[in-house]
């Protein structure tokens, strides 16, 4: 079992791995178009030529990254594609120079085997900003934040306080 950089071929694979957790609320729906777009934040796990797992890092900033959409194919749970596949997620995090990487989760006990630590969702106003607005559990999650490494001071990306206005800069029908 060996982890690797995903590469586009991988993506259907990676959309269908994806999808089982998507129904119960454990994964976000990812689209075929949204993984081929982001297909370098991707890892997979291979065992004997054939993809059990996967997961990315999504990154804010040096100050945080996110490990997000890790999933292991159900006859590969329990045999270590998981740690492989976080052991490569934290490693590419290093190479990246990122600070802090955190997830949410609802299994913090096999996180906190590798070292993750809970934390209050609050305290990574990234993560909040871009994925948990468009969420469906957003008012009745369930996931428990974890982090390892050090917590941001700051976020990377702000609500609008006074958003402006569009503004017509040519007539629409000339």
Do not use: W
């Not at 119960?24 to 997979?44: K, Q, W, Y």
């Not at 955190?102 to 909040?128: H, Q, S």
Request: charge should be positive; hydrophobic fraction near 40%; proline fraction near 6%.
């Amino acid at each position: 079992m060996h982890a690797r950089n995903a590469k586009l071929p991988d993506a259907f694979a990676i959309e269908q791995l994806i999808h089982v957790h998507v129904g119960d609320g454990t994964l976000l729906p990812r689209s075929l178009a949204e993984i081929c777009e982001n297909i370098r934040d991707f890892i997979v796990v291979e065992n004997e030529g054939e993809i059990v797992g996967c997961g990315a890092l999504h990154l804010y900033g040096m100050h945080l990254a996110e490990i997000r959409s890790i999933t292991v194919t159900n006859k590969s749970e329990g045999k270590g594609a998981g740690r492989v596949l976080i052991d490569a997620l934290m490693k590419e995090a290093q190479k990246q120079s990122v600070t802090c990487v955190c997830l949410f989760t609802r299994i913090p006990t096999f996180f906190a085997k590798m070292g993750f630590r809970e934390v209050e969702k609050e305290a990574l106003p990234d993560k909040a900003l871009k994925d948990c607005i468009r969420c469906p559990r957003q008012n009745a999650c369930d996931e428990i934040a974890m982090y390892k490494g050090t917590l941001p001071r700051t976020a990377a990306l702000r609500r609008p306080r006074n958003p402006q206005p569009y503004v017509q800069i040519a007539p629409l029908h000339a």
